[in-house]
């Protein structure tokens, strides 16, 4: 691999600077197919594209692209996948095993990496790639992966770092993060054709390099570490997991119902997430009678409710105070009706004084009554509850609460104090689940490139 200068940004005269020599773009295509009767569900799918691209971090040049395609073993190639791919039947039937190409991959990375002593870390856009797909597909196929294929960056975090110091490049559809978003946000070319996992890595590349340009600061340095965090958790005594990517009419016995009949686990609460409009989130919080039976809740991570790919993280008590903001009260599993939703005053919320009515720190009159902001109680402006390891940005005066596992300010980029003990970032930390919009990648088109077909199953794509 030689470090042959491609399109990317010039690295000259930037501040930010990755914490790895080398970025390694992944983007996987799937077997998948639409309709209500499809050939191919998203529990069934199986890689059909493998290819990387590789990105110096000190050039910002593309050095290295590489692109395999892999012969499913139990699932066909629909009319509608080499629609959605243009992948062809030629194409997998020259392919080889899925088995073959991870070897392959990670021959690559010993020759050019690990052999040289060089750094290098994988890069996603979402979390469907590496910790559902691939995931899953190698414990049914009985592969061993590396411990690279746990530790990547996923650009849509990344992205929201930069908007910290550029919130005007802000998505013209402002929850968009498919790839024409982000290049659009950036100014940069979408390569070739979506859903081809080559191009979409390509298209990755190129708002890797812009963001490194950038002056925004703490970007590409703290990736996600899966296998850390299950570690840490089996090690632990928690009884929780984080779910993530519900869909958004999910209620609490639904999810109970789901871990029931798909891991004949009984949970012994389930709290629902709610955003700061007091909409559900797609995330919960789910508590189980022991940790054994926590721990074997991970294993329904990448498992299909209402369509949806689910995400189902370690966690804990501390991350369910310090993400759960807005909680649905737990409802216990003897409980027949859906337990109301029980909000937290957050900085800047006042409550009125004519009517009592909570409203949000934005709103300048009351929504219930009308009545000005200058007439809220005492109560209103309540200051955030520091939790362990939290800090408070002391950078040019910032001033900003950050949580614990945030290695830079999420303002203004700005460093933590000395005094403050900051964690690693992890995956199950992470806030907005979003109902499976913000991490895991379904098979819907919409995923990479906006409209696409709600009733289509499969995970066409990793991008």
């Known amino acids: 691999m030689g470090d042959r200068k491609r399109h990317g940004e010039r690295g000259k005269g930037r501040t930010n600077h990755s914490a790895f020599e080398y970025l390694v773009m992944v983007d996987f295509e799937a077997t998948c197919d639409n309709g209500h009767t499809p050939l191919v569900t998203k529990e069934q799918s199986e890689i ?13 040049q593309v050095v290295h692209q590489e692109q395999m ?4 073993q139990h699932t066909p190639l629909t009319p509608f996948c080499t629609r959605l791919t243009g992948i062809t039947k030629e194409n997998v039937e020259g392919g080889v095993l899925l088995a073959e190409a991870v070897a392959r991959f990670d021959a690559f990375a010993r020759q050019h990496f690990e052999w040289q002593r060089k750094s290098f870390c994988l890069v996603t856009h979402g979390r469907w ?6 995931r899953r597909e190698a414990q049914e196929k009985g592969l061993t992966l590396a411990p690279h294929y746990s530790k990547f960056f996923d650009l849509k975090e990344e992205f929201e770092l930069y908007l910290c110091s550029h919130p005007e490049h802000l998505p013209q559809r402002s929850r968009g ?24 890595c390509l298209s990755m590349a190129s708002i890797v390099c812009r963001l490194l340009a950038s002056d925004a600061a703490g970007m590409f340095r703290t990736p996600v570490d899966e296998a850390a965090v299950r570690s840490m958790f089996v090690a632990s005594t928690s009884c929780i997991v984080h779910v993530r990517g519900l869909p958004y009419s999910s209620d609490a016995a639904q999810v109970e119902q789901w871990f029931g009949e798909k891991a004949r686990l009984s949970p012994a609460a389930v709290s629902i997430m709610y955003t700061a409009e007091g909409r559900p989130s797609g995330s919960a919080f789910v508590t189980f009678g022991s940790h054994q039976k926590a721990v074997k809740a991970l294993a329904m991570n990448g498992r299909v409710l209402g369509g949806r790919y689910i995400e189902v993280l370690p966690s804990n008590e501390q991350d369910m105070e310090t993400e759960g903001a807005f909680l649905a009260a737990p409802r216990a ?14 900085p800047g919320d006042w409550e ?31 200051p955030g509850r520091l939790l362990p390891g939290d800090w408070l940005c002391e950078v040019g005066g910032c001033g900003f609460h950050n949580f614990a596992r945030q290695p830079f300010c999420r303002r203004c980029g700005g460093e933590p104090p000395a005094h403050a003990n900051t964690s690693a970032r992890t995956g199950s930390a992470a806030a907005g689940g979003g109902g499976g919009g913000g991490d895991a990648k379904q098979a819907n088109a919409h995923e990479k490139g906006g409209n696409g077909n709600t009733a289509s199953t499969g995970s066409a794509s990793g991008g």
């Open 352 to 382: 009125c004084s004519s009517c009592a009515y909570h409203n949000f720190a934005r709103q300048n009159e009351c929504k219930k009554c009308g009545g000005g902001k200058q007439q809220a109680s005492a109560r209103s402006g309540a």
């Open 69 to 72: 395609y892999c012969r499913p």
């Open 333 to 346: 599993r003897s409980e027949g009706a859906r337990a109301p939703r029980v909000r937290k005053f957050l």
């Open 129 to 134: 790639d590496l910790c559902i797909q691939l």
């Open 177 to 200: 993060r498919t790839i024409p978003d982000l290049c659009a946000a950036l100014g940069v070319e979408v390569h070739g054709r979506l859903h081809s996992g080559l191009d979409d």
């Open 48 to 60: 059909i594209e493998f290819p990387w691209v590789v990105v110096n971090t000190h050039t910002l």
